[in-house]
């Protein structure tokens, strides 16, 4: 089945500071099937592959009296409706042949590597793999999806970077990991950061600001402190003023896609072949699961890739 409308979210309008948070970079694609997804443009001219990032639209489960597309196993949706879910999205995709991989994510620095389907579930914050016919899927609400593609050596990765699994480095593993298993060259590499909870909605306490402050230089590029409006110094304290100054607030926020653009970077990547969604998780209800807008009643949101044929 092949996606019937699409709507590309606005004209090209190129920023200055991120080329890449570029809307025309990104397309929502509504399926015959109701299911709304969203695709890179620049992944989906590989005619071998396949990749998505479902949205909230489409599905059979209920959820404050709509129908929502929730593909993640949650207290509150059946099982049976969870798995017509992905079905629906992998038919949406053109992906129904393929095996989906779904990990076991605890929010790690811990990459595994697939041949094969698994026949038990993997621990694991990101899949490689160079097979074909797996669809390599992560789950999110929040957190950061990255899918990740090397189409000279045919090889793909999925990656779930919370802000702990940023704080270790997953994406910069994952690509460690590529170059050991398929001999990817990361200058080769295409990356497409989707939708996550954004900047302007993501609270963390100063101790999670401390700890990447500790693991990287550029940390402080990421951060915002939270306004009040008659602070005229912000992070301040992040730039170790004497005492006496102006006191450390007790939360700041993180954007958490700058940080994985960064360390994307860091890898080897080029500058022009990161796509990064400007979508904010808890700021689109409309169309996003947001587990912090959200709380449990929350649904799960999926981003898959998957080499589908050799030619
Ligand atoms: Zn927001």
């Known amino acids: 089945m092949t996606p019937k409308k699409t709507k590309t979210l606005s004209r090209t309008r190129i920023s200055r500071n991120n080329p890449t948070t570029s809307r025309a970079a990104w397309k929502l694609h509504t399926s015959e099937n109701g299911v709304g997804f969203l695709q890179v ?73 697939f041949s094969s389907g698994p026949n038990e579930p993997y621990s694991g914050d990101a899949a490689i793999t160079n097979t074909l016919h797996l669809l390599l899927g992560l789950q999110t609400a929040d957190c950061v999806p990255i899918l990740l593609l090397d189409p000279k050596k045919r090889a793909i990765a999925a990656v779930h970077a919370g802000w702990r699994g940023t704080l270790q480095r997953i994406v910069e593993k994952t690509i460690g990991r590529m170059k050991m298993e398929f001999k990817t060259n990361p200058s080769d590499l295409l990356a497409a950061i989707g939708p996550a909870i954004g900047g302007c909605c993501y609270e963390v306490g100063t101790e999670v600001a401390a700890a990447f402050l500790s693991q990287f230089g550029n940390a402080p590029e990421w951060f915002d402190e939270l306004r009040t409006g008659d602070e005229p110094n912000p992070l301040q304290w992040l730039n170790q003023f004497p005492p ?40 689109r209800p409309d169309l996003l699961f947001s587990y912090r807008k959200q709380g449990s009643e929350s649904g799960r949101m999926m981003a898959v890739i998957g080499i589908r044929a050799e030619k």
């Open 41 to 113: 443009p620049a992944f989906s001219v590989f005619p071998w592959l396949v990749h998505g990032f479902s949205t909230a639209q489409g599905g059979v489960s209920t959820l404050n009296d709509g129908k929502v597309l929730n593909l993640g196993f949650t207290e509150w949706d059946a099982r049976e409706n969870v798995q017509q879910n992905r079905k629906l999205f992998q038919s949406a995709l053109a992906a129904a042949d393929l095996a989906l991989v779904s990990l076991q994510q605890f929010h790690s620095g811990v990459v595994c590597v």
């Open 244 to 283: 006496g100054h102006q006191r450390p607030p007790e939360n700041v926020r993180l954007d958490l896609r700058k940080a994985n653009r960064a360390q994307l970077i860091a890898a080897g990547l080029r500058g022009q072949n990161i796509f990064v969604s400007d979508l904010c998780t808890a700021c």
